[in-house]
Nanobody
Framework: QVQLVESGGGTVQPGGSLRLSCAPSGFILDYSAIGWFRQAPGKEREAVSC????????YYDDSVKGRFTISRDNAKNTVYLQMNSLKPEDTAVYYC??????????????????WGQGTQVTVSS
């Protein structure tokens, strides 16, 4: 069973930064796109950012544009989410999720096939 493992969550003050990492557990994952999602208490899960495996094209939710950056290191089989200028409203459980290799670009990150367990990000003074 495919398993993604996130790390890097924690508690930070408003304006601070965190970097999340995501890697498959013990194997090389073949995927078409991979992204980060988050779910705050009492809210639905939402897509934060997504990156294509083929050309590196990216998507960002409007709420994080200019503050978050998604990147991938193919040699390390790892995807990152650099989060700067964090706000209290960024507080959520952040999940890494990937699309199977056959998923077409139009559907990237719309209904991922593989998920991690999540990592908590808390922004509070």
């Amino acid at each position: 069973q495919v398993q993604l493992v996130e790390s890097g969550g924690g508690t930070v003050q408003p304006g601070g930064s965190l970097r999340l990492s995501c890697a498959p557990s013990g194997f090389i994952l073949d995927y078409s796109a991979i992204g980060w999602f988050r779910q705050a208490p009492g809210k639905e899960r939402e897509a934060v950012s997504c990156i294509s495996s083929s050309d590196g094209s990216t998507y960002y939710d409007d709420s994080v544009k200019g503050r978050f950056t998604i990147s991938r290191d193919n040699a390390k089989n790892t995807v990152y989410l650099q989060m700067n200028s964090l706000k209290p409203e960024d507080t959520a459980v952040y999940y890494c999720a990937a699309d199977a290799p056959e998923v077409q670009p139009y559907y990237y990150c719309s209904a991922p096939d593989y998920w991690g367990q999540g990592t908590q990000v808390t922004v509070s003074s």
